[in-house]
């Protein structure tokens, strides 16, 4: 509850007129009439609404009971169709002729309309969902936005005694608000120790109006508020129980000894290249003992996207998505065998107005090991041959050596020597992309942290138990550097034996 003290006076030296001062106490979304409304609602014909019927009967017992306990101050509901302009529309300029756009008038009046509850027959809501045929009126009345608020206003009828109920003597004293999240403003403050506020009228007759507002709600009780915060306490338990139940508490594990990657990925962008309109072709490469659903496919092409210039380069954004489901099984794996992890090969082209393709790159990048997010960027290159025929050709007609096997990039596929030479293979650095990659990692030794304690057998074992997760590819490639150090150290160690041996037999047989 709020009261309301207003006073008013000719000038302020002249006092207070006893006929001008009025008190009300106004609960929320109470409905007090103006003399307006009662003027206008006492006749039946004037009324077009429910709402309208149901202020005139209201009107109507007020009249026969005589309880009106207001006179210049009313109030304005949610459910009236009253909107302060003032409030919602800001003019752009200093002119006076400045009148507020359509758009600023239907938003003044949205912003503070209740959202209704649509009743809905299943899933499916009664109402039309899509509106293929829009007309530009359907289009012109539903382009604003819908913020559930609910608004109040009270109002002051400032104008000369016995002159009551013209509509442009209505000023706006207070304005109480409550949105959908539950947050009150009151608009303005309360008066508490500050002094009154101040109306100043418009006309030949400019009479200074005071008022103040208090809060004389009545304070509850502490086992009130203990029972309200019982009752929200259990209406949020009910929800995420209701939440519970929706989503379920079982979710499906992988079985025993099989590691789950999940790979959600966006390639972002590639810059630098010699020509525009690039478009990326793209291929995931599973290792040994790692699977993927039969429905998984491995390879895609981006869009053909025209590049623009940032930084004196030339930058095209794909903004591709992709996304990857494997599966890494330890069964028939032979002990102490670690497991590759799988690798990104791609390609990057381009055509021309003449359609002339090119290719401008090659590259790869390995599959993060570890769960995360990452953004990172490859360094491409494409093969050339020597002379200038090939780059004419190139730029004339278009086409270029190209791999047969993209997984020459880093290591073909189809070899299984101990070597692989690449002497006479000629390249030329171009551009770089730029991937992002969200990995996440399911297994079922994840969930049993003991095992770090224990020796395992195979990776997957080991992988679950290690709680802070390391990165697997650095620790086998910092073994295999130090193995390779180890057998190094023999051999050199070997030879100086055999050499100290060799130099000191002679000088034994001459002593």
């Not at 403003?185 to 418009?202: G, L, M, V």
């Not at 138990?465 to 180890?486: I, K, N, T």
Request: charged share 25%; glycine share 6%.
């Amino acid at each position: 509850m709020t009261t309301f003290d207003t006073s008013t006076s000719e000038g302020e030296t002249t006092g207070y007129r006893t006929d001008d001062q009025e008190e009300v106490v106004v609960s929320w979304q109470e409905k007090l009439f103006s003399q307006f409304e009662i003027d206008l609602f006492k006749n039946e014909h004037a009324c077009q609404s429910p709402l309208d019927l149901q202020y005139h009967n209201e009107i109507l017992r007020l009249e026969e009971a005589e309880e009106r306990k207001n006179f210049r101050i009313f109030t304005y509901t949610d459910f009236d169709r009253y909107t302060s302009m003032k409030e919602y529309s800001q003019t752009l300029t200093t002119s006076t002729m400045e009148t507020p756009s359509y758009l600023a008038e239907r938003m003044s009046h949205v912003r503070r309309r209740r959202q209704e509850r649509r009743i809905k027959e299943g899933n499916i809501p009664r109402s039309r969902i899509i509106t293929w045929e829009p007309t530009e009126e359907f289009v012109r009345n539903n382009h604003v936005l819908n913020n559930p608020m609910q608004t109040m206003y009270i109002m002051g009828d400032l104008g000369p005694y016995g002159k009551l109920g013209q509509r442009e003597n209505e000023y706006i004293l207070c304005t109480i608000k409550v949105d959908n999240n539950g947050v009150f403003s009151i608009k303005p403050d309360f008066s508490c120790i500050k002094p009154a506020y101040r109306i100043e009228t418009e006309g030949e007759k400019r009479d200074l109006w005071l008022y103040t507002i208090n809060n004389v709600s009545v304070r509850a009780e502490q086992e009130e508020q203990d029972r309200e915060k019982n009752l929200f306490k259990d209406l949020y338990n009910r929800h995420k129980e209701y939440l519970n139940t929706l989503v379920g508490e079982e979710f499906e594990t992988p079985p025993l000894g099989v590691l789950q990657l999940f790979v959600n990925g966006e390639i972002v962008s590639a810059q630098g290249y010699e020509y525009d309109n690039l478009y990326i072709q793209f291929f995931l490469e599973l290792p040994d003992y790692w699977f993927c659903p039969p429905k998984q496919q491995l390879s895609g092409v981006t869009q053909t996207c025209s590049t623009k210039v940032e930084d004196r380069e030339y930058v095209a954004y794909f903004s591709f998505p992709f996304n990857f489901e494997m599966t890494l099984r330890s069964e028939n794996q032979p002990e102490g065998f670690l497991p590759q992890w799988p690798v990104l090969y791609f390609g990057v082209h381009s055509c021309d107005f003449w359609q002339r393709y090119r290719i401008e790159g090659y590259g790869y990048i390995r599959i993060p090991d570890n769960p995360g997010s990452y953004t990172m960027t490859c360094q491409t290159w494409r093969p050339i041959l020597p002379g200038t025929s090939a780059e004419m050709r190139r730029f004339f007609v278009g086409g270029s050596l190209e791999l047969e096997d993209m997984t020459y990039i880093r290591t073909p596929s189809t070899f299984k020597g101990e070597r692989l030479s690449r002497f006479g293979f000629r390249t030329e650095s171009t551009g770089t992309v730029t991937i992002k990659f969200h990995c996440m990692q399911q297994c079922r030794a994840f969930l049993n942290s003991s095992m770090a304690r224990k020796r395992s057998k195979n990776v997957l074992d080991h992988m679950g138990g290690l709680a802070h997760q390391a990165s697997l590819q650095s620790v086998l490639s910092a073994f295999g550097r130090a193995q390779q150090r180890m057998h190094e150290a023999r051999e050199s160690l070997s030879k100086d034996l055999l050499h100290t041996t060799t130099f000191l037999e002679p000088a034994s047989a001459a002593l």
